[in-house]
């Protein structure tokens, strides 16, 4: 019988900020496309999730904006996150 378990990736950067540039978040989201079609893999998250997320609710949830944006640029969040005020559109 099958159960349910739990496997956690790291990904972890040798420069900083790494994981708010737009090319790593993708890597991070292909990989997740990846593990998912290999049918062993239920769901994943990550923090590609959660921007894209971010960028949409900031975006009155626009379904537009659930994107990761092609650059780093200002709109309040993005000193945390990379979220363009015309990402998606």
Known sequence: MGGTATLYLVASAAQP??????????????LQRFLESKGLVGNTLSVADYVKRVNRVLHNDDSRFDAICSRR?????????????RCGT
């Open 17 to 30: 900020d790494a994981m708010k540039d737009p090319v790593v978040l993708r890597g991070l989201e292909d």
């Open 73 to 85: 640029e200002s709109s309040g969040f993005s000193s945390t996150f990379p979220v363009l005020p």
